[in-house]
């Protein structure tokens, strides 16, 4: 039961964060570049919860955001599904509990996003590579994105910690105890 509330939390947490990305940072954007939210609600979901939930909810909102937003089917659930199983490697080998580590984690994740939707446009698309203004808006958005997660980390945390007991559980090795 308590898995079903949290999905459904994490869901409706996805539809705030749409709102806010089409509504909200609209009006406040650094040189026409929005934060990414999704990747770092995904990320934070992959950090907390498992391997398999991280990847099933980048690939399921990243699906919703390419038939509501995108042009292309598949690109932004490839990322987002990349930046969950990737997020579920970071919580295998960072700490959760500082924030600096969280802050690194949050530019990897920003960075490889970001470069495989770049690369997959160019595949399908065969868009022009534009690397400086690629860069430009990569920095940007990372620096963006760092921000928010700088003041946001405190409140993820707290929930981040209720996702990962009831998905995680309390699986100490209790064999020599």
């Not at 398999?52 to 909102?61: L, S």
């Not at 994105?145 to 946001?152: A, G, K, S």
């Amino acid at each position: 039961m308590k898995k079903f509330i949290i999905n459904i939390l994490i869901i409706v947490t996805a539809f705030i964060i749409y709102f806010l990305q089409a509504n909200f940072f609209n009006w406040f954007t650094i040189s026409g570049v929005m934060p990414s939210l999704f990747v770092i609600l995904i990320l934070f979901i992959g950090l907390f919860s498992n391997r398999i939930t991280g990847v099933v909810y980048g690939v399921a909102i990243g699906g919703i955001l390419d038939l509501v937003i995108g042009t292309q089917i598949g690109i932004n659930a490839v990322g987002l599904g990349s930046i969950g199983f990737l997020a579920a490697t970071f919580d295998k080998n960072f700490s959760k509990d500082s924030r600096a580590t969280i802050m690194f984690m949050a530019l990897g994740a920003t960075l490889i996003y970001e470069i495989i939707v770049y690369i997959l446009n160019y595949i399908v698309f065969s868009t022009n590579i534009e690397m400086i203004n690629f860069i430009r808006i990569l920095a940007i958005e990372i620096i963006y994105n760092l921000i928010l997660v700088i003041i946001l980390y405190p409140l993820i945390q707290k929930f981040g910690y209720a996702i990962e007991n009831e998905y995680k559980g309390n699986r100490i090795l209790t064999r020599y105890f």
